[in-house]
């Protein structure tokens, strides 16, 4: 059995990304990348199914990337949430209609899901 972290703080957060290429493109959404790497305890971006694992195994708290498919993270939703963690849409919305993913332990997925979309509250870490 797998369980996720019980980290509740962004700074001693591991926040795993989908790669610096899909933020490079659009100067929000680096800015996003930036604030969220800076504020974090550590960050890699390496993207793909693996990231989301290490969220359930409890050896990350937080990861996201965009650009998926359905048979990129259908099976990684069951594996997550089993493992007391959250997956969803950036939004909030459901993974499985979205072409993005943010995979939590829970306890820091709200706090994710506003600094990812960009939302003004999310501008205060």
Known sequence: PVKVSAI???SDAHVLHGGLQRFSHDPQRWDRLARIANE???TRGF???WMHLLVAGG???VAFEDDLS???IAALDIIVTEAGGRM???DGTS???SRTALSSNGALHEAYMTRLLGHPASLDF
């Open 8 to 10: 509740d703080r962004p």
């Open 40 to 42: 974090a305890w550590r």
């Open 47 to 49: 993207g793909e199914f």
């Open 59 to 61: 050896m990350a708290e």
């Open 70 to 72: 359905i048979w990129d």
């Open 88 to 90: 969803t849409a950036w």
């Open 95 to 97: 993974v499985l209609t």
